[in-house]
């Protein structure tokens, strides 16, 4: 649900969602909402050196100041408009302007590596997994968080909102992404190589009990992604103005009394082992 990050073509898949204010808004909105489900146990110990892996506008990048304020957060974009965004929203930060694929660091020269919401938007994700692995010291740790659009279900039921929701998937396939690889973290990491991968459900519901989840997710999270893709889907000629009408329509109904909404985030941890194999400096 996040930029496309550290990339270029044609490892990158273009970014669906697109770099408008109104995105940029909507990531803030995110992270703010999921806070405390994603991140209350990202913890690092004081000291500790902390590479977060295409921090976009910075949005995740706050709560990781936040939440360990004496490790030292360097945090990499291949676009400079984002960077300039993160800079000037998070203070007390390395920056680095730079391509996923090939950073500018030495091997075994961070304690954790952070990836949050950036395999989705790539063409080539084990590559990437692959050559974090050699920034990390033996032993260190990466976390990595993404989610699944397939995980998504609401009541209401309706087939459009369902189409719509199939449309994002498509047009992010389409773009070389994976919507749906919240459910492919385990063999990812396994098959780059980490050991220890430990990868647990992060459930968002809401309903009327939880109206800032309503808020913040179903509304202003979700709804606005979805809804974010409608010019590409018309133009895909996927749909058409009155069934995405009725598709958002019916979303926004979810968030209303009686309505419920089900999404699900997959948060995976791993270690990097003693002896890694890799083949070159750029984990390719």
Same mark, same amino acid.
């Given at each position: 649900?996040?930029?496309?990050?550290? #990339?270029?073509? !044609?490892?990158?898949? /273009? =970014?669906?969602?697109?770099?408008?204010?109104?995105?940029?808004?909507?990531?803030?909105?995110?992270?703010?909402?999921?806070?405390?489900?994603?991140?209350?146990? #990202?913890?690092?110990?004081?000291? *500790?050196?902390?590479?977060?892996?295409?921090? /976009?506008?910075?949005?995740?990048?706050?709560?990781?100041?936040?939440?360990? !304020?004496?490790?030292?957060?360097?945090?990499?974009?291949?676009?400079?408009?984002?960077?300039?965004?993160?800079?000037? @929203?998070?203070?007390?930060?390395?920056?680095?302007?730079?391509?996923?694929?090939? %950073?500018?660091?030495?091997?075994? *020269?961070?304690?954790?590596?952070?990836?949050?919401?950036?395999?989705?938007?790539?063409?080539?994700?084990?590559?990437?997994?692959?050559?974090?692995?050699? %920034? %990390?010291? !033996?032993?260190?740790?990466?976390?990595?968080?993404? /989610?699944?659009?397939? *995980?998504?279900?609401?009541?209401?039921?309706? &087939?459009?909102?369902?189409?719509?929701?199939?449309?994002?998937?498509?047009?992010? &396939?389409?773009?070389?992404?994976?919507?749906?690889?919240? @459910?492919?973290?385990?063999?990812?990491?396994?098959?780059?190589? =980490?050991?220890?991968? @430990?990868?647990? !459900?992060?459930?968002?519901?809401?309903?009327?009990?939880?109206?800032?989840?309503?808020? $913040?997710?179903?509304?202003?999270?979700?709804?606005?992604?979805?809804?974010?893709?409608?010019?590409?889907? %018309?133009?895909?000629?996927?749909?058409?103005? &009155?069934?995405? #009408?009725?598709?958002?329509?019916?979303?926004? @109904?979810?968030?209303?009394?009686?309505? #419920?909404?089900? =999404?699900?985030?997959?948060?995976?941890?791993?270690?990097?082992?003693?002896?890694?194999?890799? /083949? $070159?400096?750029?984990?390719?």
């Amino acid at each position: 649900m996040n930029a496309v990050n550290g #990339t270029r073509e !044609p490892a990158a898949a /273009g =970014y669906v969602h697109g770099y408008s204010e109104a995105e940029a808004r909507r990531l803030a909105d995110q992270a703010d909402t999921l806070a405390e489900l994603l991140h209350a146990d #990202t913890v690092f110990p004081p000291g *500790s050196r902390v590479l977060e892996a295409g921090c /976009g506008v910075g949005a995740q990048t706050a709560r990781l100041v936040a939440g360990s !304020p004496g490790a030292e957060i360097v945090a990499v974009d291949v676009s400079a408009d984002s960077l300039a965004q993160a800079r000037a @929203r998070v203070p007390g930060v390395a920056w680095c302007h730079a391509d996923l694929f090939d %950073l500018p660091f030495a091997d075994a *020269s961070f304690d954790h590596v952070f990836v949050c919401f950036v395999l989705e938007h790539l063409t080539d994700p084990a590559r990437a997994l692959t050559g974090l692995r050699r %920034l %990390l010291r !033996p032993g260190g740790t990466i976390t990595v968080i993404e /989610g699944d659009h397939g *995980s998504a279900f609401f009541h209401p039921d309706s &087939a459009d909102a369902r189409a719509a929701i199939g449309h994002l998937v498509e047009l992010q &396939a389409a773009a070389g992404g994976d919507a749906l690889i919240g @459910r492919r973290l385990h063999p990812l990491l396994a098959g780059a190589g =980490y050991a220890d991968v @430990r990868v647990r !459900p992060r459930t968002v519901y809401a309903d009327a009990t939880r109206p800032e989840l309503v808020r $913040g997710f179903t509304l202003d999270t979700f709804t606005a992604m979805v809804d974010g893709v409608r010019d590409t889907a %018309l133009a895909a000629g996927l749909t058409t103005p &009155a069934a995405w #009408t009725r598709a958002i329509a019916a979303l926004r @109904r979810t968030a209303e009394p009686g309505g #419920t909404f089900h =999404y699900t985030f997959f948060k995976a941890t791993a270690t990097a082992p003693a002896a890694r194999h890799h /083949g $070159g400096t750029n984990g390719a």
